[in-house]
């Protein structure tokens, strides 16, 4: 076994669906224990030469597999990858006895399950420079382990979760619903609205929110249909008010003080679009690419969009190393 040179006890295999995941062929993954004991999971994509490693930090609902085709198109540009597996979601320890509920205890526990994957990638001595790519969720995470410091030479964004899409009515009910069900107890149940089955086993192709690619819709689709226990519903009234609770400090604090990249599409329905561009108008080193026609998965739309994308990526990771 390879021994955690952070942790000093040995690495525990986990498993890794390779069939579904499409990436490169010799991944791995592992069982990593955060600081508060909860299990989380953490797949690595090696490659031979790498000239940097790419810490994917996924979106809500998401796992490891769903990035094997970034891991593929970024070890085309000289980059091995790591995805994580969140605490509540994918194959890492689950927060409620319904599996299918989205939860979290603080939204700030997910800094633990951060801290944890940089001690890991420091025990795989993975090839550094090491850079952020956070999705979506992933994105707020990100946001703040920036401001925690971590040890990244760049940040890239896709579809951020700086606010949450709503309107103008239910954004003052989603805030007093779910602070009250703090307080009578009731937090642990879906926010309205939310469903056990995943989005993407209930939502037909032509009418989805996350992709205009067929192929990448039918990809993530196979997934769920393959491994069940990959999949999560919506979330916790709980995992609501944290959220918004986390996007609005973050919305209150200055632009960290990194290089950044962040990926729109033009036809975002799921994030709050004004709170990117915000942020984005604010970061002194940021640059906000927006793609033409691209819903909230920018890094699973049409090949001509993933290309320009990833060659970005690369363009952006490389003038830091």
Partial sequence: MIQNRVAEAPMEAAPFHDDVAEGPADAMAYWVNAADGLRIRVAHWPKDGAIGTVLIFPGRTEYAEKYGRDAA??????FATVAIDWRGQGLAARLQDDRNIGHVGKFIDYQLDVAAVMDHCAALDLPKPWYLLGHSMGGCIGLRALHEQIDVAAAAFSAPMWGIQ???VMR????ALSSLSRYLRFSHVFAPG???QPYVLRAAFEVNTLTSDEDMFHYMRRQLEGYPDLALGGPSLHWLNEALVEMRTLANMPAPDIDCVTFLGTDEAIVDTDRVHARMESWPNGDLVMIQNGRHEVLMETPAH???IFDRLAEHFIAHR
């Avoid at 198109?73 to 000289?78: H, P, Q, V, Y």
């Avoid at 003052?172 to 805030?175: G, I, L």
């Fill in 306 to 308: 993933r290309t320009a």
């Fill in 166 to 168: 709503m309107s103008a």
């Fill in 172 to 175: 003052p009910a989603a805030w």
């Fill in 73 to 78: 198109a970024l070890a085309e540009r000289g």
């Fill in 194 to 196: 939310q469903l056990a």
